[in-house]
Every structure is written in C-alpha cells, then in structure tokens.
C-alpha cells in the first residue's frame, strides 16, 4: 500500500506540473512582451551580435608614437587579421566600452598589424582622451572589422585633399596610386601649422602639396571630366571642396563626425514586441524616445558610425542619415541613433 501511494503521489505531481507548464505557457503568451512568432530574429538580436563577435579580434598595442603634436600613433598586432584596402577603417573598443572608428593609415601588405592615428581633441565626445591616457604599450583591447565606406576606385585621374588627421584614409591611397603609376594625380594637404601635421614628410616625398594654413584649392574648378575627388578633413574643408568642383565631377568624402541634422517633424514609433508606441520629437532622436521605454536598447557612438543601435524596421519610410550601413543593409533597418522617418510612424522590431 505505501508503494501504490507513492505512484499515485508521484502521478499526480506530474499532472499538476504539466498543468502548471500550460498554464504558464498560456500566460507567456498573452503577455504584450512575448516575441510574436510571426516575426523574424531582430537585427539587435542574437543574429547581430553573432556578426559582431564573428568580425572582432584582440590585438596588443605593441607601438606608440607620436607623428605630430597632439596625435598618437598605434601599431595594433593580432593574429589572423584580415585583409584591408585604402580608405578602410576599424572599430576600436576602448576600455571604458566606449567604440570609436579610426582610419587604417599603415601598409595593407603588413598582415600581422594594423596601424591607426588618433588626434586628441579637447571639446570631444571622450574617445580621443581614453586613447590618449589609457592606450599605452602592452595594452590589450578588442576591434571589428576592418569596413570600408570610402574605397578607392579606378579611374584616369585623381585628385586627393586631406586637413590634419585627415590624412589617415588618405595617404594608403597616395600610396598605391604612386606605385601603380598608371593615373595623374595630384594630392593638397593642409593643417594649422606643420608641426600638427601628421605624416606631412612622406606624404611631401611621394609629391603631395603641404600647405599649412588655408589651402588654395582654385585649381579644382579645373579637373577634367573622369576624375574622382577624395577629400577628408574638417567640414567646412570638405563643403569648400564641393564648391569649387565643376558639376558633374565625382566627390567623395570621409567625415570625422556625422553630418548636420536636417530640421524634421516629430513622428510615432511603435515597438511592436514590447507592445508600446513612443513619441520622437523633432530635437530628439529615436534613441533616445525608446531607451526611455527600454532603457537596455544598446548604443555606443550615437553619430551613426559604430552600428551597435542598428535595428530591424518593420514598418515606415526610413530617412537614413548614418554613415556605416550598405545599402543593401539599409533595406529594412536603421541606426536610430540619427537616422528619422520619413512620414509619421515607424514600426520596429523591439
């Protein structure tokens, strides 16, 4: 008898378990924050930290100098790091967690390292400071990629305009046209005083104009149909640039920072599986409207360069104002860090 007691004990805990397990289930479903099954992983998910974690390495800052004033040059070493052409860049995870992007400016023949410059800059966002105090040799930090929104394409002729720490993306590809010898080019680099102007020697070797001061770029009105500009520099650098072009000549730039905002309206964002709709003024980005609801959405950069806040549109008009994503990627997701609706409402997938 004790022993048919405890069968019948036991089978009726299991009962109620699996009555307990559906009636959970049944709870989890009708909560306003359960995953719809309907809807695919979100960007944000576990798909785009894989992506992520798959692009990062740790490398070991095993040089530092200093090739002007007030900028610091890293050598970066690491182990299977993958290729890279001119105008590439990284991002680097800075120990405060903080992610930055700096320009390749090494040699893409050199596979055991990756060279990058950092300029500190006092009224910053904080990343320049951490690089420059913290960065030494012997450090061990992580970076992804490299990416490259700015590569160099063929053509007949080039003309190349770098200011300061724009010189960075800019001197792999004064390289590689030298040594290919097969175009016209002609390179003006300018900065505050030479002194602030990194790697100004080479770049005068290889036949770049070195002009501290405010450069004369009178001679772009001039450039002959089929030639592509590449300029990097401060914005009013890069807008004096786009002036003087004749129309039709093919411009192309890398910002420091992301461009200025465009006035826009306010508009609704609906956070489908969290069930709640925020409202995103006109002076507020969408990031910051939905951390308010779900203050655990990630960010780091919140200019449009880094993609931590990339998220999946379900529904909307995107205006896109970053500077990272293809435009593959930009069908069906945003960095909502900068980048607004185009109408009244947008739907992601949060």
Not at 144 to 158: E, M, S
Not at 208 to 223: C, H, K, M, N, S
Not at 248 to 277: D, H, I, N, Q, Y
């Amino acid at each position: 008898m004790p022993r048919a007691r405890t069968v019948v004990l036991l089978a009726g805990a299991a009962l109620l378990a699996r009555g307990t397990r559906r009636a959970m289930r049944r709870r989890i479903g009708a909560s306003p924050l359960w995953p719809m099954p309907a809807l695919e992983e979100p960007v944000s998910g576990r798909g785009h930290r894989a992506r992520r974690a798959a692009s990062a390495h740790r490398v070991l800052v095993a040089e530092r100098t200093s090739p002007a004033e007030g900028v610091v040059q890293l050598r970066l070493e690491g182990p299977d790091l993958p290729p890279w052409e001119p105008g590439a860049h990284i991002d680097v995870v800075l120990p405060s967690g903080l992610v930055r992007q700096y320009s390749l400016c090494g040699d893409p023949a050199d596979t055991d390292a990756y060279t990058i410059a950092i300029r500190l800059v006092d009224d910053g966002r904080g990343g320049s400071r951490e690089v420059h105090e913290r960065l030494h040799e012997g450090a061990e930090i992580e970076i992804r990629g490299p990416r490259n929104r700015f590569p160099l394409t063929d053509a007949p002729a080039y003309v190349f305009v770098a200011g300061g720490i724009g010189i960075t993306p800019v001197l792999p590809m004064v390289r590689a046209v030298h040594a290919a010898g097969t175009a016209e080019w002609r390179m003006v680099y300018c900065g505050r005083e030479r002194a602030t102007m990194p790697y100004a020697d080479e770049a005068g070797k290889l036949g770049a104009e070195i002009t501290p001061g405010r450069p004369d770029l009178g001679f772009l009105a001039g450039v002959p149909a089929g030639s592509v500009v590449y300029c990097c520099g401060p914005q009013g650098l890069m807008d004096t640039v786009a002036e003087a072009l004749p129309e039709g000549r093919e411009l192309r730039v890398e910002r420091f920072t992301a461009a200025a905002a465009t006035p826009g309206g306010a508009f609704e964002v609906e956070l489908r599986r969290s069930g709640r709709t925020v409202t995103v003024p006109a002076d507020r980005s969408v990031l910051a409207a939905v951390r308010e609801e779900l203050p655990n959405v990630p960010y780091s950069c919140r200019q449009g360069f880094c993609g931590t806040c990339q998220q999946r549109v379900l529904e909307g008009e995107i205006d896109h104002r970053d500077e990272l994503l293809t435009d593959a990627e930009r069908d069906g997701s945003m960095l909502i860090c900068v980048s607004r609706c185009r109408g009244e409402r947008l739907v992601l997938d949060l």
